[in-house]
Antibody, heavy 120, light 107 residues
Framework: QVTLKESGPGILQPSQTLSLTCSFS??????????VSWIRQPSGKGLEWLAT???????IFNPSLTNRLTISKDTSNNQAFLKITSVDTADTAIYYC????????????WGQGVMVTVSS | DIQMTQSPASLSASLGETVTIECRAS??????FAWYQQKPGNSPQLLIY???SLADGVPSRFSGSGSGTQYSLKINSLHSEDVASYFC?????????FGSGTKLEIK
């Protein structure tokens, strides 16, 4: 059973750096054509794709946030990471990680999401 | 960026009814398109991919169609467990983009 689970700080202050971890099981980011993406959803609103990292370490970012995003992976420990610098209240959202395969761009498994609140 | 225009924003229908949700892309996305269902308090789940392929475990009352810039999701014989928000997504070009969602309720 493929699972993904996000973890993060819960709350942080404006201008800080948000660090998120996605821990997954029953698949590997060292296997061909597997990617993990980060997607966020402000409360009661729509979905925004943020970034993707794939098995061959290709990294793709949403241009609206490119300068603020870092994505990385630890294949030995089945984890993927996202950092967002200089957060502000607009970054308050539920953050999901999700898997895609076969370079399809469809997210077939999602984590439960982690709520991140940016507040002073 | 490819804009995804989804309609309606909300929908109320009776049990057993058939409902249709539509999504229009701002340019041709060559059926690189998916639908997701998000039940209250849960993460989205893949329903349809490649515009018309049913994801694993999805009931056959769900179906997708469309091509080019116009796509639709049809739910036959509405069940109570179909109460959810539905989102479309294009994955033809980065950045991947989603529709704004349709909230489906039972009358």
């Amino acid at each position: 059973q493929v699972t993904l689970k996000e973890s993060g700080p819960g709350i942080l202050q404006p201008s800080q750096t948000l660090s998120l971890t996605c821990s997954f099981s029953e698949f590997s980011l060292s296997i061909s054509d597997i990617c993990v993406s980060w997607i966020r959803q402000p409360s009661g609103k729509g979905l925004e794709w943020l970034a993707t990292i794939c098995w061959e370490d290709v990294k793709i970012f949403n241009p609206s946030l490119t300068n603020r995003l870092t994505i990385s992976k630890d294949t030995s420990n089945n984890q993927a990471f996202l950092k967002i610098t200089s957060v502000d209240t607009a970054d308050t959202a539920i953050y999901y990680c999700a898997r895609s395969q076969d370079n399809s761009g469809y997210f077939d498994y999602w984590g439960q999401g982690v709520m991140v609140t940016v507040s002073s | 960026d490819i804009q995804m225009t989804q309609s309606p924003a909300s929908l109320s229908a009776s049990l057993g009814e058939t409902v249709t949700i539509e999504c229009r892309a701002s340019e041709d996305i060559y059926s690189n398109f998916a639908w997701y269902q998000q039940k209250p308090g849960n993460s989205p789940q893949l329903l349809i991919y490649d515009a018309n392929s049913l994801a694993d475990g999805v009931p056959s009352r769900f179906s997708g169609s469309g091509s080019g810039t116009q796509y639709s999701l049809k739910i036959n014989s509405l069940h109570s467990e179909d109460v959810a928000s539905y989102f479309c997504q294009q994955c033809n070009n980065y950045p991947f983009t989603f529709g704004s969602g349709t909230k489906l309720e039972i009358k």
